[in-house]
């Protein structure tokens, strides 16, 4: 678990689900990260399962954003992949409520603070280019631009263009 001034990010759960859901299955929030949008909470529980096995691996670095004022689930931050350099790159995502407010710059800077702390010496992190707020994250948690490329997103079976930052310890 890890603590900042507002929030805790902690494991996910099985009550996570209908936060999630929530905000899985918004087209506005789904349009910018790496998975479908969710069109039932049949789809969010197969991929909160999954999520939830993958804890089995202590090396899975994955959490729910949870609000300290009202115990709400906001969003979720991980690490989706090791480079094969044996860098992490960090994922998040967001109910639209949130956005705007600071939220995920602190989650973000805490999940750096974290990773640091595990003896990781580079941190990399991606967003769409079109995704302003998302990319304002990232420079406002510390990050640097690397470059600007389209690549084939799998799980969409599409081309986006992403840019990319890293982060050095």
Not at 108 to 120: I, S
Not at 124 to 140: C, D, F, W
């Amino acid at each position: 678990m890890i603590e900042t001034e507002r929030l805790v990010l902690r494991k996910l759960q099985e009550s996570d689900l209908d936060a999630i859901f929530a905000w899985a299955s918004d087209e506005e929030v789904s349009k910018y990260v790496t998975f479908p949008t969710h069109r039932t909470k049949e789809d969010t529980k197969r991929i909160l399962d999954l999520w939830l096995r993958q804890y089995e691996d202590e090396d899975t670095i994955r959490f729910a954003i949870v609000k300290k004022d009202s115990s709400e689930v906001m969003g979720m931050i991980d690490v989706p992949r090791i480079t094969p350099e044996g860098y992490p790159e960090i994922g998040y995502s967001s109910a639209k409520k949130y956005w705007g407010k600071g939220y995920m710059t602190e989650a973000c800077k805490a999940m750096v603070a974290y990773l640091f702390e595990r003896g990781y010496q580079k941190i990399l992190i991606r967003a769409r280019v079109e995704n302003i707020g998302s990319n304002r994250v990232i420079e406002k948690s510390g990050f640097v631009f690397i470059k600007r490329e389209e690549v084939h997103l799998e799980k969409l079976d599409k081309m986006v263009t992403l840019n990319f930052y890293e982060m050095e310890r």
